[in-house]
Nanobody, 124 residues
Framework: QVQLVESGGGLVQAGGSLRLSCAAS????????MGWFRQAPGKEREFVAA????????YYAGSVKGRFTISGDNAKNTVYLQMNSLKPEDTAVYYC?????????????????WGQGTQVTVSS
């Protein structure tokens, strides 16, 4: 059974930092991309960042580029999202997701597996 378990969310002031973790288990993810999405109240779930397990390539939404960094530890099957210079508009539930590397795109529908989400709240 595939499981993605997020951790690291919390409350932080604007300008602060948080690091989210996503521990993956239940299958081999070597040919998968791992991604982060977020969903704010009343809004659609949106793409934040993704990383290729095999090649290490990374991709970011324009709104977080330069502030967020996605990375992975293959030995631990864990993906991280380092979030710096946080803004109130970054407030959302953050979800970890996994999709076959050849099939993923920026929409949530392309991703096969999801975590339960972790709340990030940025106060002004």
């Amino acid at each position: 059974q595939v499981q993605l378990v997020e951790s690291g969310g919390g409350l932080v002031q604007a300008g602060g930092s948080l690091r989210l973790s996503c521990a993956a288990s239940g299958r081999t993810f070597s040919n998968y991309a791992m991604g982060w999405f977020r969903q704010a109240p009343g809004k659609e779930r949106e793409f934040v960042a993704a990383i290729s397990w095999s090649g290490g390539s990374t991709y970011y939404a324009g709104s977080v580029k330069g502030r967020f960094t996605i990375s992975g530890d293959n030995a631990k099957n864990t993906v991280y999202l380092q979030m710096n210079s946080l803004k109130p508009e970054d407030t959302a539930v953050y979800y970890c997701a996994a999709a076959p590397e050849a099939l993923w795109d920026l929409t949530p529908f392309a991703w096969d597996y999801w975590g339960q989400g972790t709340q990030v709240t940025v106060s002004s």
